[in-house]
């Protein structure tokens, strides 16, 4: 027979699992409160809500797509030229291969392994492993940039999918996520806008805020302050704005970044290929009015970010500025995962990932940049005695294409392997039993990584330091709270590191001082005795 | 004798100057904090509420820089823990000489970071604030300034606490917390 | 007592301008160098380089006053009683010897003087204008052909020059009390009337 427990456990969990089936539909579990923007009054000549192809109940991302290619017929075929699609990008000056395929960053650290995850912010749908299918049109996600409901997710571990079924999310949250409702998300599709941008852009590195520094979820409805370009209630720019967009490729990378532009203003509808995502694109090179015409000299060895971003994460969310993986994996006592918060509410550390650190209102480093970046890629050497640079920009003083850029320094510690003197390809992410986030076993997880990487673990696991460098572009100030003279030109500056320029107020030759006060010092204790002499002389014969 | 009186006149004149100028870095005092912006006001919070047997309680939690945002300009961030105890506020507030220091209530630390990236706490010296005002309200803001020390006590071993969003104002609109002035 | 009117109105106009101007620029280009903050970097240099113009253009009216007057032969440097006047300044100031020297209007700089103001003339304010000029248009250099200087050079050149001046400057206004009686020569230079022996 049964005893009372085994028959309570059944009974209970069908009856939970019937509550859930009822409770759904009718939106008790409701997706994320966010809220249905009014909708604007679409400017397009189509209204995708009265076409017929579009009036289907979707089962799938790929289905959606195949209906989207029955009218814009090219569209997969342009998305598969793009970096967006591929994660692969050659730089044509280093040769190195790069994309997000390739790079190991000091955040995750890379995609390879952890497909299934990292392809939450792919455009396409399926990208679990080798075998996914590039050359297939219909893997292409066109909603992920065109939907303007903002209830289309993909979920990390669903390789790329949204939820076509109730889900937990966040896991073990006891919260659920209805299926994605396809079909209105199709019929409502319409142009990018600076939150379909954001929902990888603004969240890379796993989370808001993290990775760039000067792009987050802020910027959706920035204020002025915030960002006068993008400012909600002002000139309300879109990220396409300028980062201009032709046959589905995205200008402005920052594999290749354009540092310095001297042929200033890119009138529209010229011939010329240069690119147009920089402030010179349409401010030119001398956009000072003439009574600061000093301001437009300055354009020679300043990027304009360095004056007009005075600081980035300047709204209250706290951007990511150090990740210490070497600290993953301590468990606690029942053999659980371990999260800790600090004040404002941030994980500084989770054991699936090791020690965090945090700031806001951040003023950046400077360094000087000519817009090429050397990466150390797999299987380049690296050790523990120096600071690995993940990426290191290019340039110096004297290269005419290098200007001082602000700077954001993303520090971490993350795994190598010893043996083979390599940055580490780490399996984090699966459902399998050799992912570090399941399993915290080290050895299992790169030994997995490192073999998805064509290399054979050596067995040595160490943990090295790193710096990434990312150039500070966004959050552009309003022009009042630009930097003034002062903050660099004076002793310990903002620009007190910079060499190979000589910076007034800041620079000078010791010895010419010391000569020149001495002399000028010795020359007024001169004329005081020499004066001096001259009145006690006077006063003596009254 | 007339050289010597002008001297003597041009001197305290000159001595009443500097401390006009400098009464203000008197009247403050300024500390480097080792943790960031939420941070130490967190453990500000904290250390306020192991006061409340000294009748202590938070009154607010304030951004002034928030609002500068909202006017379209940048500032660094600025965070006002506010905090009162009725145990003194009672006997200022009772006394017709000593009301007007109510402008001063409730006790307000600020925490702001500057150029460098550091945090700073900002503290009012009340001990000296007090003796303007004559032997009884010095007595008070005298306990009120060995309050305040305590609060600015940190102990690294602890960790971060949350930061607790207090409605400013007091009163019911922050429960029982915001209980304040 | 005589008097004799040694300096003009332009001359007058032309010394006491300079000097503000001069004053002006010293104390804000000893801020541009990092010496103090004073005004603020931006203001120093504001104030630096409108300065920096009326004193060059008041050079040019003074420049063409000393040709078109012949003043320009009150600088003729001469080696005649220079002895005598540094030995009058060493020690006969202090036993009220003869001063070696007798102003005239036709020479109204003893021979110390014409040195030093030639010095200036000659050596400081080129070079402090030379290199000031090439300061203030350093981002034009290339298109000069002088692309192969060095900003480092010539703000040292400028700040030595700017020591110069400021040497020359201690010494001018305490030689300026070493006259008939300690004001003789500063109302000279306000009234353009000199009181001699």
């Known amino acids: ?512 001082d010391t000569i020149g006060f001495g002399l000028a010092l010795l020359a007024l204790i001169g004329v005081l005795i020499h004066g001096g002499i001259r009145v006690i002389l006077a006063k003596r014969e009254g | 004798m007339l050289k010597v009186i002008i001297g003597f006149i041009a001197g305290i004149a000159l001595l009443g100057i500097v401390g006009f100028n400098t009464a203000g870095s008197f009247m403050m005092v300024e500390h480097e904090s080792p943790y960031g912006i939420e941070e130490t006001a967190a453990r500000i919070q904290a250390n306020i509420q192991k006061m409340s047997h000294r009748g202590w309680t938070l009154s607010g939690l304030r951004d002034p820089s928030k609002a500068v945002a909202n006017s379209g300009r940048n500032v660094p961030p600025v965070l006002l823990v506010e905090a009162c105890s009725t145990d003194y506020s009672g006997v200022l507030l009772a006394d017709d000489q000593a009301r007007i220091l109510s402008i001063m209530m409730p006790c307000t630390i600020t925490i702001y970071k500057k150029e460098d990236g550091k945090t700073y706490i900002g503290t009012m010296n009340s001990g000296l604030m007090g003796r303007l005002f004559g032997k009884k309200v010095a007595a008070v803001m005298d306990e009120v300034a060995k309050d305040q020390a305590e609060f600015l006590k940190f102990d690294d071993s602890e960790p971060a606490p949350p930061l607790i969003r207090v409605k400013p104002g007091g009163g019911s609109a922050g429960g029982p917390e915001a209980a304040g002035c | 007592m005589e008097r004799i009117y040694i300096f003009k109105r332009f001359e007058r106009f032309w010394h006491w301008t300079q000097a503000l101007l001069i004053i002006t620029m010293m104390i804000t280009g000893f801020e541009i160098h990092g010496t103090y903050t004073n005004l603020g970097f931006e203001t120093a240099v504001e104030v630096h380089t409108i300065a920096a113009w009326a004193l060059i253009t008041l050079w040019v009216f003074a420049i063409f006053w000393h040709f078109t007057t012949g003043e320009w032969k009150q600088y003729i440097p001469t080696t005649e009683k220079v002895e005598a006047m540094m030995r009058y300044y060493l020690t006969g100031i202090f036993t009220h010897a003869e001063h070696p020297f007798r102003q005239t209007t036709l020479h109204k700089h003893n021979p110390l003087q014409r040195l030093a103001y030639l010095f200036v003339k000659l050596m400081i304010n080129p070079l402090i204008w030379a290199s000031g000029f090439l300061y203030l248009f350093y981002t034009s250099w290339e298109s000069w052909g002088l692309g192969w200087m060095n900003l480092e050079w010539i703000a040292t050149a400028h700040v030595i020059g700017a020591f110069m001046m400021l040497i020359f400057f201690i010494a001018h206004i305490y030689l300026a009390t070493t006259g008939h009686k300690p004001m003789s020569h500063i109302k000279a230079m306000i009234t353009g009337w000199e009181e001699i022996d």
Not at chain 1, 92 to 106: E, M, Y
Not at chain 1, 199 to 208: A, L
Not at chain 1, 321 to 332: E, Q, V
Not at chain 1, 360 to 370: A, C, G, I, K, T
Request: proline share 5%.
């Open chain 1, 1 to 512: 027979m049964f005893t009372k427990d085994q028959l309570i456990a059944p009974v209970l969990g069908i009856a939970i699992a019937m509550a859930l089936l009822v409770a759904t539909p009718a939106g008790a579990t409701a997706p994320p409160a966010v809220a249905e923007p009014v909708a604007e009054k679409s400017k397009s000549t189509a209204d995708h809500s009265k076409f017929e192809e579009l009036d289907i109940n979707f089962k799938s991302g790929p289905e959606v797509t195949q209906a989207c290619l029955k009218c814009h017929t090219e569209a997969a075929k342009q998305i598969h030229k793009t970096k967006h699609w591929s994660w692969e990008y050659t730089n044509p000056v280093t040769g190195q291969k790069l994309g997000k395929k390739n790079v190991i960053n000091n955040f995750c650290t890379s995609v390879t392994s952890n497909n299934s995850f990292c392809s939450a912010c792919h455009i396409g749908y399926g990208w679990a492993d080798d075998s996914f299918d590039f050359t297939s049109e219909a893997n292409v996600d066109c909603i992920v940039c065109h939907d303007t409901t903002g209830n289309y997710k993909k979920l990390p571990g669903l390789s790329g999918h949204p939820n076509y079924e109730t889900m937990e999310w966040p896991p073990h949250s006891g919260k659920f996520r209805p299926p994605t409702d396809l079909k209105k998300i199709a019929q409502n599709v319409g142009p990018t806008s600076r939150k379909t941008c954001g929902t990888c852009h603004f969240r890379g590195g796993g989370g808001d805020a993290v990775k760039h520094g000067d792009l987050d979820s802020s910027l959706e409805n920035p204020g002025r302050y915030l960002d006068v370009h993008m400012d909600s209630e002002g000139l309300n720019f879109s990220c396409s704005r300028c980062h201009v967009t032709d046959e589905h490729e995205v200008s402005g990378s920052r594999y290749a970044v354009t540092a310095a532009d001297e042929k200033g203003v890119l009138i529209p509808g010229s011939q010329d290929t240069r690119n147009p995502t920089t402030c010179v694109a349409c401010h030119g090179n001398t956009p000072h009015p003439d009574k600061m015409a000093k301001l437009n000299d300055h354009t020679r060895k300043l990027a304009c970010q360095t004056c007009h971003i005075p600081a980035y994460a300047r709204s209250t969310l706290q951007t990511k500025m150090s990740w210490d993986w070497s600290t993953a994996g301590k468990l606690d006592e029942q053999g659980h995962r371990i999260q800790l918060k600090n004040s404002a509410g941030k994980v500084v550390y989770d054991s699936k990932k090791g020690n965090f650190t945090y700031d806001r209102y951040v003023v950046p480093e400077y360094q000087w940049f000519n817009g090429e970046v050397k990466f150390t890629l797999f299987g380049d050497k690296v050790s523990d005695d120096e600071v690995v640079k993940i990426n290191d920009f290019q340039g110096d003083a004297d290269d005419p294409d290098a200007r001082i850029w602000p700077v954001r320094v993303f520090r971490g510690k993350q795994m190598y392997d010893k043996g083979l003197q390599t940055l580490a390809v780490m399996h984090t992410a699966g459902e399998d039993d050799a992912a570090f986030w399941g399993n915290y076993d080290w050895d299992k997880a790169m030994e997995w990584g490192m073999r998805a990487a064509g290399s054979e673990y050596s067995g040595e696991l160490g943990f090295v330091s790193t710096e990434m460098s990312w150039p500070i572009t966004h959050m552009v100030s309003p022009k009042e709270d630009a930097l003034g003279c002062e903050s660099c030109h004076t002793d310990g500056g903002r620009l007190a590191g910079i060499e190979g320029i000589y910076l007034p107020a800041r620079d000078r030759m010791p010895l010419i």
